[in-house]
């Protein structure tokens, strides 16, 4: 029976082996920033590619984008990253601690039950947190006012005082998408309703971290930006919440870990007509609800933003640049007219599309498919560790082994590896003994092993193992290749 999986044994499993590095450990690591090692970045390259296949490979409405990381300020000015993207946090006047209000947890009554008072964001003020404890020293109620703290990232462009200007790292990928829907528009010959996909790096300075890289200031995402007519948007959004929500099932993650949380009408953002997270039960404390993914309908802010911060760019220049003092032209009465618009030739209609957006962080889902994963179990008196992963997701797909390192074992298994390679990632291993050797592939989350044994030299045979029940089946080498392709539907 699988036992209850803790953080803890995750992270030692990482480091163990080579799946995730805490960044720069020679020096000490450097907080939230971690590296990926030879597992790690197999097993999330396999992540993002299964994410590509069903998103944009296998559907007919989709096409693909890669933006660059660095963009106009004016970007930002228009989306509203650079005014409103902010945290509010507050200091403990005890130990200087600086908290996100949000995640301020409140202290237990005299029933030992936590006090759950809601206080909206909006009206939050330092009297609001007179129930809230300090995460770092424990202190109740001594809080400074709240203040916003911003998000992104900084830094400047420009080798001339002259000529440079600051500019932000994105905080998300979204805004490439809308600054290119005209160049897609005119490139490729997509028609509504269609989606526009991209896997990028994205950075926010976050106040708060958490718990390995489930929350870090530099991520990865996987965002979908998918346009359809005003009055379909809700289809749409009903649509990518069930397409969304089978790709975590179909790759393995168990229904009893996975749930929607629609957002409460005080939580959406000011342009949102509804938005739900698809929710991973994290081995975080007894077990935490967090965020894998949020599919939200934008409605057709995003294009109307752009095409007023479009009209706005002159003023840019004329206030050398500075961002504050820049106020976004007024939306036109006509902006259904506007570069960013669609033209309907079928109902000879113009509008400015609705967006359903589908973000995954694609860290968050590689430790979720880490946890899930993960499986100990008794076999003849030992300890088993090994990584249950869907085969489409396992970092190495074959291990391939001579029984010993003699008797033409070893030329006949590099043969056979030399041949399988081309197909699937593999690894062939001839150290210590051969149950040692399939723990270690157990625990690397390797689906299936090849072993060459004496039987082989006579027949032509080989032993293939199976990672989960470890049941052996003999297979003619000739047959190797097609029967693991069937096996790992590749």
Known sequence: MAKLTKLDDIVSLCKRRGFIFQSSEIYGGLASCYDYGPLGVELKNNVKKAWWKNVVQMRDDVVGLDCSILMHPMVWKASGHADKFADLIAECKKCNTRTRVDHLKDKTNEHGEEHTEHVAIESVSGQNLINKICPA???????????????????????????????????????GIFANFRNVLDSTRVKIPFGIAQIGKSFRNEVTTKAFIFRTREFEQA??????EPG???????????????????LGLKKENLRFREHD???????????????????????????????ANRTDYDLRQHQRGMRTLNKWYENDRDLS??????????????????????????????VIEPSAGMDRSTLAFLVDAYDEEEVRGETRNLLRFHPALAPIKVGIFPLVKKDGMPEVARKIYDNLKKYFNCFYDEKSAVGRRYRRQDEAGTPFCVTVDGQTLEDNTVTVRDRDSMEQARITTDNVLNYLRGKLDM
């Open 265 to 295: 009408p005080d939580e959406l953002a000011h342009y949102a007509k509804g938005c739900v997270d698809v929710e991973y039960k994290f081995p975080f404390g007894s077990g935490d609800w967090q965020e894998l993914e949020g599919i």
């Open 223 to 228: 965002e979908l930006e998918f346009f359809c």
């Open 232 to 250: 379909t948007d809700m289809d749409w959004y009903n649509h990518w919440k069930e397409t969304r929500f089978k790709w975590y099932t179909d």
């Open 137 to 175: 020293c424990g202190i109740v109620g001594q809080f400074t006012e709240p203040m916003p703290f911003k998000l992104m990232f900084e830094t400047k462009m420009g080798a001339n005082i002259d000529d440079s200007m600051t500019i932000q790292l994105r905080p998300e990928t979204a805004q």
């Open 325 to 354: 003092k820049i106020e976004l032209a007024s939306e036109a009465e006509d902006y259904n007219k506007g570069p960013l618009s669609y033209f309907d030739e079928q109902k000879k209609e113009r509008y400015i599309p609705y």
